[in-house]
C-alpha cells in the first residue's frame, strides 16, 4: 500500500509539473499568435505552396523574429473530401516546443418535431464540431498532450466562446514519432522555398 502511494504521489507531481510547463509554454504560444494577428512588424514571414497530387496540397507559413524561425503553419487537403486541416509547430531556441492539430468535422442533424395537432415535420440543421489538440514537448524524450472540443449549430457557432475553453489533458491522437518526421519535412521545405518561389507549385518532399 505505501508503495502504491508513492506512486501515485509520483504520478500527481509529474502531471502537476507537466502543467505547469504547459501553462508557459502555451502563453508564449498564444502571446505570439497574436502579436501575427495585430501585424506586428517584428515579425517577418514568407509561404510555400505546395502541390503533390490533385488530392494532396497545401501552404506553408515560416513565421521568424530576428532572423530565427518562431512558427510554421502548414494547411493542407488530403483526400478527396472538402476538409482542410491545420497545424501549427511552436519553436524555440530552434526546438519544437507545442504542436496544435485543429480539426473541423460538419455534418447534418435532422429534428423531428410533432405538433399538438399531431402533424409532424422535419428540419435539417448544420452541426459543426471542432477538435483541438496540443501536444507539449517537453525535452526529446517527453511530451504530453492537451485538448479542447466543442461542438455547435453553425449559426450559433462562436470562436470567441470557444477560445475560452481550458485544455484537459488527453490522450495524444497523433505518434510523437510521426509529429517529429512531419516537423522535419516541413524544415525541408523551409530550406528549399527560395528555388521554388515564382514557380508552380510542386511537390518538393514526400508527404506522410
Known sequence: MKL??????????????GQEIFDKTNSSYES???????????IKNRTKYYKCSEDLS???????????LRLMTHIYKQGFGNNAFLENYFIEKDTLRIKTSISEETYMNTLYKESSQGVSS????????VTEQRM????????????RKHGEKQA????????????????????????????????????K???????????IFHMW
Request: aromatic residues 16%.
Open 32 to 42: 505570439f499568435l497574436e502579436r501575427i494577428v495585430d501585424k506586428d512588424t517584428l
Open 58 to 68: 497545401g501552404r506553408i507559413e515560416f513565421y521568424y523574429q530576428n532572423k530565427e
Open 193 to 203: 522555398l527560395e528555388s521554388y518561389s515564382n514557380r508552380k507549385p510542386n511537390c
Open 4 to 17: 502504491f502511494g508513492t506512486m501515485l504521489f509520483l504520478f500527481v507531481l509529474n502531471v502537476s509539473f
Open 122 to 129: 422535419t428540419s435539417v440543421e448544420k452541426v459543426i464540431e
Open 156 to 191: 450559433k457557432w462562436d470562436q470567441d466562446y470557444f477560445n475560452t475553453l481550458t485544455f484537459e489533458t488527453s490522450n495524444c491522437m497523433e505518434d510523437v514519432e510521426d509529429v517529429r518526421y512531419k516537423y522535419r519535412l516541413l524544415r525541408k521545405a523551409e530550406k
Open 136 to 147: 507539449l514537448f517537453e525535452n526529446k524524450l517527453n511530451n504530453v498532450c492537451f485538448e
